[in-house]
């Protein structure tokens, strides 16, 4: 009679592992769902909180957004040419020195602190500034911008959060 030894077979280790396997991708696509959520939530709370301010500044100054900032593109230097904001230097590159002289305009003239956005959204961006409003003459009523461009910036394909902020100006 053969003796019996204790322990696992190959199978039983092998189901045991598939077992795990599956529970871990099961996890893993769990987590990059929840993590896009939290990412989209925080976004939109970032750009509500940076329109507040925007609508704000432009009441108690009476004036329009780029009168404000000083600019008529304040994200200019962010865009084309391959260039992506992430990986500039932020305390030389004018796209974020830019960014940070409107932020600061924008909550001063709003006599809110908006430093909690210097570093941009959660892909490491500057938050997209178009300060179109009174910029052309042709068209003096064209919206002012402001936006999440998401992972890609130069690729607003996807997961961009934009909001198209109401005129300053009571005759547009």
């Not at 932020?90 to 830019?98: N, R």
């Not at 002289?101 to 997209?128: C, E, M, R």
């Not at 068209?139 to 890609?152: L, M, Q």
Request: proline residues 4%; glycine residues 8%.
């Amino acid at each position: 009679m053969p003796k019996q030894t204790k322990g696992f077979t190959i199978v039983e280790l092998l189901i045991v592992i598939v077992v795990l396997a599956i529970l871990t991708a099961i996890a893993v696509v769990s987590y990059n769902g929840v993590m896009a959520r939290l990412r989209a939530a925080q976004s939109q709370n970032d750009i509500a909180t940076l329109s507040r301010a925007i609508i704000a500044a432009r009441a108690r100054q009476d004036v329009t957004l780029s009168q404000i900032t000083g600019r008529t593109y304040t994200v200019g230097p962010c865009i084309g040419n391959g260039v992506v904001p992430s990986q500039l230097d932020k305390a030389t590159h004018p796209c974020w020195t830019q960014y940070r002289q409107a932020l600061d305009a924008i909550g001063a003239a709003a006599g809110v602190n908006l430093k909690g956005l210097y570093n941009g959204t959660q892909y490491g961006h500057p938050f997209y500034i178009d300060e179109n409003e009174g910029e052309d003459d042709d068209d003096p009523c064209r919206t002012d911008v402001i936006a999440d461009r998401g992972k890609n910036f130069a690729q607003t394909q996807g997961d961009e959060v934009t909001f198209l902020l109401p005129w300053a100006t009571t005759n547009c």
